[in-house]
């Protein structure tokens, strides 16, 4: 028997109120950032079915002033920013506006009133805020996935510092979270994640290069953000996901293994040294995970559908391709290099899928992309928080300018 390297006492463990909130006066006052996308409209529908348990205090949106000030009007934040100065804002909504962009999500991340931050931004641009919301004494519900693969071991310290939780929002570490309520840590053997295995499972290497916009963005399970169903297709999304996992549960990446679950409906799964496998199962709805994050370890009821196994009839599983998607083999040797790889990994990820919307750029180049920065990269002797933002800084510059020289990348896809 080998021995058991997971060491107990992450900040998941911490309950959030000792009676739960489902007994506590207080509502629940939170923030959101991001909160005109998928994550962040979603966590909207979870807190108007509950108006008795959540309140909204802050919403940060980016572009979409529209939705944002419809919600504005709706749930009457005390503060509100958006990604550009001075945006206009309809009527009398008793909202203040946070003039200036970045200073803007940092401070509804740090709003005096809100006692939760839901992080629902996308990529790099989660990552101050959410190190600020920590540091302010919140608790962060985090679905942006990219903040813990660039500064995992930074955040998680701090957290266990501040003794403030990060709860995941992701739905397969919200399923291991799940597994492993009222488990003794020291007994975990390993973590399988599930994996749909994307729009391009079952193509071929050649097919999935040319791959164009509609195709990668047409997931099988899960309707999304764009930037996340295109990381789905290339299985980079679970990469990151493997990186999150061991940040979040203090797991070494040699425990952590991917399957592919085509249906969605297993949404992971955590093996004991006894031998026994928990997995958390439902239909696949973001809703779920995201009103777990809000209530752990207490839960509230929903009326969507439930899960009906006689109708699906069987549930199969696989193993990942690693040679068809390379992405996901990137992942795992980022994650074993540690340091500032993973970083250099999301943000590459992040220029390239972006390349790729505007249609500068084939399917096929994103890995390619990624493998230059990982190739290029030179890892600082010492990983702080500055460290982290000039990797950032430094992998944008080198993706951006193997985009501007045309000659390192095929021709652009028509689709
Ligand atoms: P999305 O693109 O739908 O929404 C992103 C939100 O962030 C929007 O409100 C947008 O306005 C805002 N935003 C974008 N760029 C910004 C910037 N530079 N500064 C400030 N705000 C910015 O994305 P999503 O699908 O909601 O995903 C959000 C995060 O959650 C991602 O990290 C994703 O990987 C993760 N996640 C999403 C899902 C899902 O079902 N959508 C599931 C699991 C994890
Ligand atoms: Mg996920």
């Not at 990186?243 to 979040?248: K, M, P, S, Y």
């Not at 951006?400 to 390192?408: A, F, G």
Request: charged letters at 20%.
């Amino acid at each position: 028997m080998g021995t058991v390297q997971y060491r107990p006492q992450t900040p998941l463990f911490i309950p959030l109120s000792p009676s739960g909130i489902l007994h506590s006066d207080m509502k629940r006052r939170i923030s959101i950032l991001g909160s005109t996308g998928s994550i962040g409209t979603q966590t909207l529908d979870v807190i108007r079915d509950h108006p008795d348990v959540f309140e909204v205090v802050g919403l940060a949106g980016y572009r979409n002033l529209d939705l944002l000030n419809q919600q504005i009007e709706e749930f009457r934040p005390l503060l509100a920013s958006a990604g550009e100065p001075n945006p206009q804002l309809n009527g009398d909504s008793g909202c203040r506006w946070s003039p200036e962009y970045l200073e803007g999500l940092t401070e509804v991340a740090t709003l005096d009133e809100a006692d939760t931050v839901v992080v629902a931004t996308v990529g790099a641009a989660g990552l101050v805020p959410t190190l600020a919301a920590l540091r302010a004494g919140k608790n962060v519900a985090l679905a942006n996935k990219e903040v813990l693969v660039m500064g995992g071991d930074i955040l998680m310290a701090e957290a266990r510092r501040l003794n403030r939780p990060i709860i995941p929002i992701d739905s397969e570490h919200s399923a291991i979270l799940q597994c492993l309520q009222g488990e003794s840590s020291h007994t975990i053997e390993k973590i399988v994640i599930t994996a749909s295995g994307g729009p391009f499972r079952e193509w071929d290497v050649e097919r999935i290069r040319r791959a164009n916009i509609d195709e990668a963005l047409n997931h099988p399970t899960w309707s999304m953000g764009k930037k996340i169903t295109v990381d789905s297709a290339t299985l980079l999304n679970k990469g990151l996901e493997v990186i999150e996992a061991h940040h979040l549960f203090d797991i070494d990446v040699d425990r952590i293994e991917v399957v592919i679950h085509p249906q969605s409906i297993i949404h992971s799964m955590v093996e004991f040294n006894d031998g026994a496998v928990i997995a958390q199962m439902g239909v696949p709805d973001m809703k779920v995970p995201i009103q777990y994050a809000l209530t752990v370890p207490d839960r509230l009821p929903r009326r969507d559908p439930t899960l009906d196994l006689a109708a699906l009839r069987q549930l199969t599983f696989d193993q990942p391709d690693f040679e068809k998607f390379p992405c996901l083999r990137m992942a795992f040797e980022a994650c074993r290099k540690g340091g500032g790889y993973p970083a250099v990994l999301s943000v590459a990820n992040e220029v390239s899928v972006d390349a790729f919307l505007n249609k500068r750029i084939p399917f096929g180049a994103i890995s390619e992309l990624i493998e230059a920065a990982l190739e290029h990269h030179k890892d600082p002797s010492h990983l702080d928080f500055e460290a982290i933002l000039q990797i950032d800084s430094q992998t944008r510059t080198f993706v951006n300018q193997r985009l501007t020289d045309k000659s390192n990348l095929q021709p652009s896809h028509p689709g």
